[in-house]
Each structure stands twice: as structure tokens, then as C-alpha cells.
């Protein structure tokens, strides 16, 4: 899910154990929540949790759809390189 937290991306990604995909006929978690009121069960959390804390709401990119499973590893490969080149201090 593409999360906005006071003003910056906070990707939220969800999965499906590996041994339950067969219950969901699909790998991809978009074709889950696309069928079922989980997306909004998913999003009304992630939107409202902060408010315990006194901060303001979240909101979303992408009026709040998940992206599907390619989308997904595409983002995981782009934050892990982003990650590997502050490690070895490529990036400020």
C-alpha cells in the first residue's frame, strides 16, 4: 500500500503465507483484497493508528489500491539497493 506518514512515503506491504495461496487460488495479494472488504479493513488501520498518538491522520497515493505482486518486488529490489548503498555509505 503507498502510505503517506506526516509527509513521506511508508510503503506497507502485505503477503500471503506461501501455504495458504492455494485457499486464495492466487499469489497475489492484489487479487486478495481486490475480492474481499479486507483492502478497507487494511487501509481504515493503517490511516487511523497514529491518531492514538495525537498525529494526524495518513493518507494514500494511488487512491489506496495495493499494487499487485510485480509492483511489489519491484519496489522490495528498489529499497534494498537503496538500503545496500547507504550501508556502504554511497548515499548521504
Not at 512515503?9 to 495479494?29: H, N, T
Not at 487501509?43 to 487512491?63: H, I, M, S, V
Request: aromatic share 8%.
Amino acid at each position: 500500500l503507498p502510505l503517506v506518514d506526516t509527509g513521506e512515503m511508508d510503503w506497507k506491504l502485505l503477503g500471503i503465507a506461501e501455504d495458504e495461496c492455494d485457499q486464495f487460488e492466487s499469489d497475489d495479494v492484489f487479487h486478495l483484497l481486490e475480492n474481499t472488504n479486507m483492502v478497507s479493513s487494511v487501509k481504515n488501520f493503517f490511516r487511523l493508528y497514529k491518531e492514538a498518538e495525537g498525529k494526524a491522520r495518513n493518507t494514500f497515493l494511488n487512491d489506496g489500491m495495493p499494487l499487485g505482486r510485480e509492483e511489489a518486488l519491484g519496489i522490495i529490489r528498489e529499497m534494498n539497493e537503496h538500503w545496500r548503498r547507504l550501508r556502504a555509505e554511497e548515499l548521504p
